[in-house]
């Protein structure tokens, strides 16, 4: 039963023997007159999502986009377009030589300010049109077929024709589109505050682990999910929190999170940025699509290490 706790919620002996021990004020089992959907009542549930709360809160940008009716500035945030590119420089392709389409791309100056990101410069994402999106499952590391791709300065001479005479691809031109969306979107920005939810399955389980401790709760018993602690409506509230358009905050996954999957993917702990599918945007069928970096990279302007995946129902 041990290895068994262990994998579900991470409890080695002394801190089963604590929690166990803890004080409560009410127990499931002599509670039965309260209204209850799954091992806690639903105010020991209430008490559980407000620490991991407490524990994980953090400040994100949610971007809201909109479709635009006319072509955006050239170094505009956007979702989709005309990128921004020096024609100088060699131009981001995939490993059949082809050029990269833009999924998106963000003039730092306008963000609100976030830390561990860049201040100032133009930060884009670049992905292949096809049917995985540019996207090795086999090496999701791997930036052969996508980029991340960071301008320290802009430059301001150069133009949107200068770099029309480039004929790059884009998601307003290609016709047979493997891409999530069509057109380009004007991005609004809003910092908010944010918490980890239970898509981030590893993460979460940490997490409970610490606010069971926390609020005096009982370890609940071998096979429990987290299907079984939370209600349907409450596990839903929590998994909302992630869903959408982020920099930084915590992820949102229709399956599983890959970090765990390889150690190499293990630093990569904060989320770069996040499109997810909407009115207008799809990844597969409805789908996700995430960047990670670690964050040492991050404070250093470092792309190179970037981690992508998207998933889909």
């Known amino acids: 039963m041990e290895g068994l706790i262990q994998k579900l919620f991470g409890f080695g002996k002394s801190q089963q023997k604590a929690v166990q021990a803890a004080p409560t004020t009410s127990s499931p089992a002599s509670n039965e007159s309260e209204e209850q959907d799954g ?98 499952f086999d090496n999701q590391m791997s930036q052969k077929n996508w980029r991340v791709v960071y301008h320290p300065v802009v430059d301001a001479s150069i133009t949107q024709a200068m770099v029309a005479e480039l004929h ?57 999910s987290l299907y079984d602690i939370f209600c349907e409506d409450m596990y839903n509230q929590m998994a909302d929190w992630n869903e959408g358009h982020w920099l930084g905050g915590y992820p949102y996954f229709t399956q599983d999170d890959p970090r765990f999957s390889r150690p190499d993917y293990a630093a990569c702990t904060r989320l770069l940025f996040q499109m997810d599918s909407s009115e207008d945007i799809l990844w597969g069928d409805m789908g996700v699509g995430n960047f990670f970096i670690a964050p040492e990279d991050l404070q250093q302007l470092d792309f190179s290490g970037v981690l992508y995946t998207w998933d889909c129902c």
């Open 39 to 136: 091992f806690f009542s639903l105010e020991q549930q209430q008490l559980l999502m407000a620490q991991i709360q407490r524990q994980t809160q953090r400040k994100a940008i949610r971007l809201h986009p909109t479709k635009a009716a006319s072509p955006l500035a050239l170094t505009a945030s956007k979702f989709g377009g005309i990128p921004y590119w020096n024609p100088a420089e060699t131009y981001p392709t995939n490993e059949d030589g082809s050029p990269l389409v833009l999924l998106a791309q963000f003039d730092c100056q306008q963000l609100p300010p976030l830390e561990g990101f860049p201040k100032a410069g133009l930060l884009q994402f670049f992905i292949s049109n096809d049917d995985a999106y540019g996207l090795d």
């Open 168 to 224: 790059l691809p884009t998601t307003c031109s290609e016709e047979d589109s493997e891409l999530p969306f069509a057109g380009e979107f004007q991005l609004d920005f809003e910092l908010v505050d944010t918490w980890l939810g239970p898509c981030a399955h590893d993460d979460f389980q940490q997490e409970l682990q610490k606010a069971l401790v926390a609020v005096g709760l009982p370890l609940p018993p071998e096979g429990t």
